[in-house]
């Protein structure tokens, strides 16, 4: 059974840091993996999607990286801003699917705050 | 932008109530998901769907049932609420493919006394 899981569960820095959330799997038979950001009190929002043959993916001041044979993929945040704080979850699809999309396998994130 | 609709932000309810929560999501998404979401228990799969009147279990099924009478809306039922149910529910879509998004609604606060 997919497990993921995030390490730390709350990370703290300065403003202007650059920072590494890190995200494991056991089973590295996935084909995508997704980054989210959720809010105190919001939904998920989808940040990056890496799929199985890439090694990385990158929007603005972010970059995510997955290394499939490890069961390793990190976030890179540069430059943080107190705007970045929020809760990182990432999540695998355990299996492949004959139909439809398989439900997501979710870690329990990492709580980032960003001092000013 | 795809949209994601949950039809309350706060819900109390009490204890034996029928309740439902409604979504809809306006991209004509054929997957559909219900989750809840608890304080150190992280995101646990309710039910699932990936086409009209299709449903199926997810890890925690009990207590809940389903039902997407049309593709764009999918409905999760408390049979007779209960105050473990007492969580954050977040309803997802997606489209169907490998490489496609997940988008979640903003979230239903349910409160059961």
């Known amino acids: 059974k997919q497990e993921v899981t995030q390490i730390p569960a709350a990370l703290s820095v300065p403003e202007g840091e650059n920072l590494v959330l890190n995200c494991s799997f056991t089973?590295?038979?996935?084909?995508?993996l997704q980054w989210f950001r959720q809010d105190p009190g919001k939904g998920l929002t989808s940040l990056l999607l890496i799929q199985s043959s890439q090694r990385e993916q990158t929007s603005g001041r972010l970059n995510a990286s997955l290394d499939k044979s490890s069961g390793r993929s990190t976030l890179y945040i540069a430059a943080s801003q107190p705007g970045d704080s929020a809760t990182y979850l990432c999540a695998v699809p355990p299996f492949r699917r004959h139909s439809g999309n398989t439900p997501l396998v979710f870690g329990k994130g990492t709580r980032l705050s960003v001092i000013a | 932008d795809v949209k994601v609709t949950q039809s309350s932000r706060y819900l109390v309810k009490r204890t034996g109530e029928k309740v439902f929560l409604e979504c809809v999501q306006d991209m004509d998404h054929e997957n559909m998901f219900w989750y809840r979401q608890d304080p150190g228990l992280g995101l646990r799969l309710i039910y699932f769907s990936y086409d009209v009147k299709m449903k199926e279990k997810g890890d925690i099924p009990e207590g809940y049932s389903v039902s997407r009478e049309k593709k764009e809306r999918f409905s999760l039922i408390l049979e007779s609420a209960s105050t473990n149910q007492t969580s954050m529910y977040l309803c997802a879509s997606s489209p169907t493919g490998d490489d496609e998004k997940l988008f979640f609604g903003s979230g239903t606060q349910l409160s059961v006394l």
């Open positions: 089973d590295s038979a996935i084909y995508n």
